[in-house]
């Protein structure tokens, strides 16, 4: 298959098939993360990311998630992680009063990474999670324990393709994740398919241990009785070591 027709495919799997519904419900939010990850050893190293989004129209801070993890090192491009997460969530209720949850997940995935084409670096991810949620302060008996699977695709195009690697200069980001609950999905949201968050970025490579890139994040939720489209403006930063 030529490299066009490839990245023909990419586009219809990141943008096109998960926009094939309208929501009922528009959200516009603001994501600040960064990831880091850092090799010890051949076979061991470590991840870390921290994130922070906001509610709707920048209102207020609703989710802060800190998710650290161990990895082990297949090859270079093969990487399974064992990892924990916590997830503080704000809300307010109808009447302006404010409500807070916390989440607790552990969590276990492998990574794949490869080429298409010369340039086109693409990292597949597959996570299973376990999911902790506890009890809201005016609800206290709505803690409960669910699990979910995650696949996640990324493809990082460099505007230049004067080398076979790339260490410096701006590119393109496209990435897509799918959620689907595969375990007490009538506690969450009573659907298999639970979100799917299609993202389009544009970045800088200051080195091959640093990426900055700015993007919009289209965020499908699916809800117990309704669905809802959350726009979002990303910044995030990559640090490798």
Sequence with gaps: ?????KLLVLLVVLFIAPARLLAQENQFSGWAAWFHSQRLSEHWGYSFDGQFRSHDDLSYLKHTLLRPSANYYFAN???????????????????????FRPEQRIWQQYTYSHKLGKHIAVAHRFRLEQRFLGQTANNKNDDYFAQRFRYFVRGVIPFKNDSAVFTKGPFLALQNEVFFNVQNKNR???????QNRAYVAVGYRVSKMFDVEAGYLNQYINLAETYTLNHVAQLAFYTRF
């Design 77 to 99: 491009n093969k990487v399974a992680a064992l990892g924990y997460a916590y997830i503080a969530t704000n809300g307010r209720t109808a009447n302006g009063d404010k409500t």
């Design 1 to 5: 298959m030529q490299l066009k027709h």
């Design 188 to 194: 969450v949201n009573k659907h298999f398919f639970d």
